[in-house]
């Protein structure tokens, strides 16, 4: 084969990375609390933000708070009121492990599992890093 047939195979195999050069900005919890109850209103929003998983975001939310929630009619009950910004700062903390770069910085990363071990592997640079947290 010619360089330029395998290099266009290696081009047609490797997933895109969309050129976006604004900030990446996670949106902020809505929601409200009624009564001993919590219920963020965006959750799906913040989901496909940050492209990662529903269940894999609530079970990462119900550890760190330490809290039981469940997801009904398309919003996240929590069984305690907790304090928009105390969710806010598990959120960032969920993208800075799961979802951002350690290179690069960049949310262009997909979660890759290997012989058992998950990886974070980075779209636009290509670093691959393990995934300490274990959800």
């Known amino acids: 084969m010619e360089y330029e047939q395998l290099l266009e195979n290696a081009y ?13 900005e996670i949106p902020k919890v809505k929601g409200f609390v009624s009564g001993n109850k919590t219920i963020i209103t965006n959750i799906r929003e913040i989901v ?17 708070l330490a809290v039981y929630g469940k997801l009904e009619n398309g919003r996240l009950t929590l069984k305690t009121r907790v304090n928009s910004n ?20 960049k949310p ?8 058992g071990i998950k990886f974070k592997h980075c779209l636009a640079c290509g670093a691959k890093y393990p995934i300490k947290s274990k959800i």
Request: aromatic letters at 8%; one cysteine or more; charged letters at 35%.
């Open 12 to 24: 047609k195999n490797i997933k895109s990375v969309v050129g976006n050069s604004e900030r990446f």
């Open 86 to 105: 105390k969710v806010n700062e598990k959120i960032a903390l969920y993208v800075k492990e799961f979802v951002l770069c350690h290179e690069c910085k």
């Open 108 to 115: 262009d990363t997909e979660i890759i599992s290997e012989r």
């Open 48 to 64: 496909s933000y940050i492209r990662r998983p529903l269940e894999h975001l609530i079970k990462f939310l119900q550890k760190e």
